[in-house]
């Protein structure tokens, strides 16, 4: 009796912690997907209406600014806050004495929440108190820096905001990655004469794939799950001019009052980022069997 | 990543290498842009958080007056004393102690819980493999990386249903539940890594599940026990999404009455005020980042790089 109890206590233990992601994740994810295919307004309806919501939500101009918005912001987000953390951690690598002091500056956005630094942000880029200001102090009146509040633009303040909080992050990593490369083949082709340049660009980058592709899935499923950051430094507007899917959807469900809508738009998100995570979970865990 | 990136991670915390032997390129010119670049970017970095610090001292006709960059002429603190106790965050005016001990009462039982669970997860998924514990692990993983705006709506529906809605004990469910995934993955990712003969061992000797677990394993699992705190705290406390969405009034975390305070159209707009609240609700993180640097930064390679 004990006997079998002991054999099956590994599947008792996780049983509970099984049953809750059974339930809150992926019967919630059903949940959703089915409400996406009903007419529900403020209440959940559970009579299936087909694609009616998909065609209202591909109808929405609103939800193309999302998307236009979300492919901008991530798409700059990822290249610029790999090409500074790659850069960053390059420099660092470079027997700096100070090393643990930056790295510690470099890195301590990362800690902050998004709110504190969309309010930070917010503050800086206060058009007529924030840099604005400095600048025309520094004797040019003419400056306008007043990209937060100018429809056209205020997407890119947002990608100011990521990239100062996330960048040392990435930093971080190709660190990692660097001080992993085998030293006898970078001595090697020292030995051979491979200049500098060279050497980085032919040898050293290209043996950071792997470490390009976890920023890359890192990032970019940061961006697409971007919400805080546009609440506290945009709040989406001006108008909506910098909405993106997860403020798009936020708004439907708990302002709008359109759950079809807020259902259709979140599936619409799990497929994005199943189509990037999938793979890559697949990869990495089997690579562990190898 | 690559097959030897799992341990590149404790690499990275080391003190600034010795063992390299060149790959500098030392002409003087070089070195003195290198540090050019590396001292801007600490520039850039540190820049805004000493804005943040010098606007909560200014009064407001400095800052209106004065620069942004600007040292304060006297150091004022009742900014720090209004953000703390007597802002307003839409109708009520207690400023953010209410809520920063909310987050406290949310933080505390939801890193303990979480952590808990993942320890006792991990270790049964690594060292007690069962037909379709990878599969099971799978699937929580997975779960650590949907967009979440997929489990709000049923979410707020299913806490509205058990009377959780809009209370601390609701979040509290909600942050464990969607906890579970990486704190499992970091217990199991580290268990890993023990010995199987180890377990063998013990069992020889009669020792069961649980007796191996306390015995053996918890003892040797303090740096992960760390990391995973630290994680779980970092990203509750910085919760927006969940806190926004599933409380009301007396309930609400700190980083929602910090949005609320910002974003409050009453009255006078306050920077000073504004710049103090961010700072009150980001010390707690800080504070954590600077005690414990490298285990924040184990936590966040392992939590991305899936080593």
Redesign the interface.
């Known amino acids: 009796m004990k006997n079998l109890l ?1 054999r099956h ?3 008792i ?2 049983a ?3 049953a ?3 339930f ?6 059903g ?2 997907l089915y ?1 996406s295919f009903t007419k529900s307004r403020i209440l ?1 309806k559970y009579d299936l209406v087909g694609w009616l919501q998909y065609d209202k939500l591909f109808a929405t101009p609103r939800w193309y600014v999302a998307l236009d918005n979300l492919f901008v912001f991530t798409g700059l987000f990822v290249a610029i806050a790999i090409l ?1 953390g790659l ?2 951690a390059i ?7 100070a ?2 002091v ?1 790295r ?14 969309g ?6 880029l ?1 058009p007529g ?3 604005e ?2 600048v025309q ?1 520094l004797g040019f009146p003419d400056f306008k820096f007043d990209w937060l509040v100018d429809p056209e633009m205020a997407i890119y303040t947002v990608v100011m905001a990521g990239v ?1 909080q996330s960048s ?2 990435v930093m ?2 190709f ?3 660097l ?2 490369i085998n ?1 006898e083949i ?2 090697a082709a ?1 030995v051979d004469g491979v200049g ?1 340049f060279r ?1 980085y660009f032919h040898i050293i980058i290209p043996s950071l794939r ?2 390009f ?2 920023a890359v ?2 990032l970019s ?1 940061l961006a ?2 971007s ?2 950051l546009v ?2 430094l945009t ?1 989406g507007g001006p108008g909506y001019a910098t909405d993106m ?2 403020t798009f ?2 708004a439907m ?2 302002s709008r009052g359109q ?1 079809g809508q ?2 259709a ?3 619409v ?2 497929a994005t ?1 199943s189509a990037v ?2 793979p890559y ?1 697949y990869s ?2 089997r ?1 562990k069997h190898d | 990543m690559t097959s030897g990136h799992a341990d590149t991670k404790a690499v990275l915390m080391r003190p600034a290498p010795k063992r390299r032997t060149g790959r500098g390129w030392t002409p003087a010119l070089l070195r003195a842009l290198l540090f050019l670049i590396l001292g801007l970017f600490v520039l850039y970095y540190s820049l805004p958080l000493f804005v943040m610090i010098v606007t909560s001292l200014k009064s407001l006709e400095e800052i209106r007056a004065g620069s942004l960059l600007g040292l304060p002429q006297a150091i004022e603190l009742t900014s720090w004393k209004t953000a703390w106790e007597s802002a307003c965050t839409g109708v009520s005016c207690h400023g953010l102690k209410p809520y920063f001990w909310n987050s406290i009462l949310l933080v505390v039982p939801a890193v303990v819980i979480s952590t808990a669970l993942g320890a006792i997860n991990g270790y049964a998924i690594s060292k007690w493999r069962f037909p379709g514990s990878n599969v099971i692990f799978g699937l929580m993983l997975f779960g650590c990386f949907i967009p979440f705006q997929v489990v709000l709506l049923p979410m707020a529906i299913t806490l509205g249903t058990i009377n959780l809605a809009g209370s601390v004990a609701g979040l509290i469910l909600v942050h464990v539940v969607y906890g579970i995934g990486f704190t499992t993955l970091f217990f199991r990712n580290y268990y890993v890594t023990v010995p199987d003969e180890l377990v063998k061992a013990a069992k020889v000797d009669g020792a069961g599940f649980f007796a191996i677990f306390t015995r053996i394993f918890l003892p040797l699992s303090t740096p992960v026990i760390v990391v995973t705190v630290i994680w779980q705290f970092t990203n509750i406390w910085n919760d927006f999404l969940f806190g926004v969405s599933f409380s009301q009034g007396g309930s609400q975390p700190i980083t929602v009455a910090l949005n609320n305070i910002v974003n409050s159209t009453t009255g006078v707009k306050e920077y000073n005020v504004d710049m103090a609240a961010a700072i009150i609700a980001a010390i707690p993180t800080l504070l954590v980042y600077v005690v414990a640097g490298k285990y924040f930064i184990r936590g966040l390679t392992a939590g991305s790089v899936k080593g």
């Open positions: 002991d206590l590994p599947k233990v996780v509970p912690s099984f809750a992601v059974l809150f994740v992926y019967g919630f994810i949940w959703t409400v959940p500074i850069l960053l420099l660092l690598d470079q027997k700096i004495r090393e643990g930056i510690t500056i470099y890195l301590y956005p990362m800690a902050l929440s998004f709110i504190v630094t309010t930070a942000w917010k503050w800086l206060n108190l924030g840099i200001k400095v102090d100062w040392g992050f971080a990593l660190l990692a990655g001080r992993s030293e970078v001595r020292q500098p050497l792997p470490v592709v976890s899935i890192v499923h697409i799950k919400f805080d609440i506290a709040h899917p997860a959807m936020y469900a708990f759950l807020a259902a738009s979140a599936t998100m799990l980022v995570i999938i979970l990495e865990l690579r």
